[in-house]
């Protein structure tokens, strides 16, 4: 059974910095592709950043690139979502995310509040 769970959300103040994990079981977590994806209230959930099976090859979208890095560590089951510079705009649920025989698997989320 897929699982994936997050942590390491919270309140930030802008400008500041968090460390987002997604902890993975139940898949072998080293030949998939991942996501982080977020969704902030009345918005529809968009792609963060994707990051290759190995690792070595990463997307971001336009409004967090420079500011965000995610990476992942394949002995550890875990990826992870490194945001710097936090700005208001970045407040939403963050997921990760995981496609397995064509089915989507979704954490229960980490909340990211950015406010001063």
């Known amino acids: 059974q897929v699982q994936l769970v997050e942590s390491g959300g919270g309140l930030v103040q802008p400008g500041g910095s968090l460390r987002l994990s997604c902890a993975a079981s139940?898949?072998?977590?080293?030949?998939?592709?991942m996501g982080w994806y977020r969704q902030a209230p009345g918005k529809v959930r968009e792609l963060v950043a994707s990051?290759?099976?190995?690792?070595?090859?990463?997307n971001y979208v336009d409004s967090v690139k420079g500011r965000f890095t995610i990476s992942r560590d394949n002995a550890k089951n875990t990826m992870y979502l490194q945001m710097n510079s936090l700005k208001f705009e970045d407040t939403a649920a963050y997921y990760c995310?995981?496609?397995?025989?064509?089915?989507?698997?979704w954490g229960q989320g980490t909340q990211v509040t950015v406010s001063s």
């Open positions: 995310h995981v496609k397995q025989a064509g089915i989507s698997y």
């Open positions: 990051i290759s099976s190995g690792g070595s090859t990463t």
């Open positions: 139940g898949f072998i977590f080293n030949i998939n592709n």
